[in-house]
């Protein structure tokens, strides 16, 4: 669109995000602090600039805060009155809610109609949204209609699922790729996906033609075109020659078992350590649990200079040198003394 000579409208819900858009929760959405917000909202702008570039002749960020924090009670309830309870609860999470006996508290109600209203204050034309926010932007087209506005056309894109094969993509399922998310990184997530998932991530995340994915669909070679996309993500946001060099570092590493030469480097005071106290100092708390670092040595997942450790009380002596150290496929350190 941008190309085209279009202005792009990011619009920041900071205001709206104090309710949470309950759709796909069986539940109320926990309420987020405004300081968290604040962080939330620059880290989404820049992550929209990534994308979207800083031309203010084609792209411009809104919040909307902006209509949202001066309005009057008496303004809140003139826009209630444009839609019905009926209305607003054949939507399917609250039909679902309703039926297994669980509560909708009326905030959660209003979402649609404040989301309905944020394309009034922008008197869009045109928006782009994931397909489960359809019922919230068709409202927004009768919301135009009632302040005698065009409706606005609306698009949706594709929810594909996360990384692991499951659910939507979610940074508190850690099941997602993130724009921000360093090259190597994307790379080394893209190459996790379940085989099925790489016709999908073509389609929806590259601009390879879709014949061109067809014909992928056609042969059986799932690593060579789980490289292919991984490469080709990589190139869209960093780069070719980035995305070339960590196709090859991805190679290397993985396909010859070699231990990268950049792993990170850990140091611990003591000449000696359990095995579990090792791993546990190479991931931060919010990263995984002590549960999750159990597991992954129940699993068989952790070596320690090639060789699989899965008792956690296991003592190992540490060096100036550094012990490497293998978690699961994605993640080397050393760790030293």
Do not use: C
Not at 15 to 43: E, H, Y
Not at 210 to 223: A, R, S, T, V
Request: a positive charge; proline letters at 4%; glycine letters at 4%.
């Amino acid at each position: 669109m941008q190309e085209l000579g279009h202005k792009v409208i990011f619009l920041i819900g900071n205001f709206t995000t104090q309710i949470g858009d309950p759709t796909g929760k069986n539940k109320t959405r926990p309420v987020l602090s405004p300081n968290k917000i604040n962080k939330n909202t620059k880290k989404f702008m820049d992550q929209a600039k990534m994308i979207l570039g800083n031309d203010s002749d084609l792209m411009e960020i809104r919040k909307n805060s902006e209509w949202y924090d001066d309005m009057s009670a008496k303004d809140l309830l003139s826009l209630m009155s444009k839609t019905t309870h009926n209305q607003l609860v054949s939507r399917e999470m609250f039909k679902k809610r309703l039926e297994e006996g669980k509560f909708i508290y009326e905030h959660e109600l209003v979402y649609p109609i404040l989301q309905s209203y944020d394309s009034v204050a922008l008197e869009s034309d045109l928006t782009i949204i994931g397909s489960d926010q359809l019922f919230n932007e068709m409202m927004a087209r009768s919301f135009q209609e009632k302040f005698d506005q065009k409706p606005q056309v609306v698009i949706t894109t594709k929810i594909t699922p996360g990384i692991d094969g499951g659910k939507k993509q979610s940074k508190s399922l850690d099941n997602y790729i993130g724009l921000n998310h360093s090259p190597r990184k994307k790379f080394g997530r893209l190459m996790s996906i379940p085989d099925n998932l790489v016709s999908q991530y073509f389609k929806v995340y590259t601009s390879v033609p879709i014949n061109k994915i067809e014909e992928m669909e056609q042969e059986l070679h799932p690593m060579k075109y789980k490289l292919a996309l991984a490469e080709e993500i990589v190139k869209r946001y960093h780069g070719k020659e980035i995305a070339k060099k960590e196709r090859e570092w991805f190679s290397k590493t993985f396909s010859k078992n070699e231990f990268p030469e950049d792993a990170p480097e850990i140091h611990l005071e003591n000449s000696e350590a359990t095995a579990f106290d090792i791993v546990r100092a190479y991931f931060p708390q919010n990263k995984k649990s002590n549960s999750d670092i159990k597991r992954l040595f129940k699993q068989g997942a952790i070596s320690f200079e090639n060789k699989k450790i899965k008792d956690i009380k296991k003592t190992i002596k540490l060096s100036k040198e550094g012990l490497k150290v293998k978690i699961g496929k994605k993640d080397w350190f050393k760790v030293k003394s």
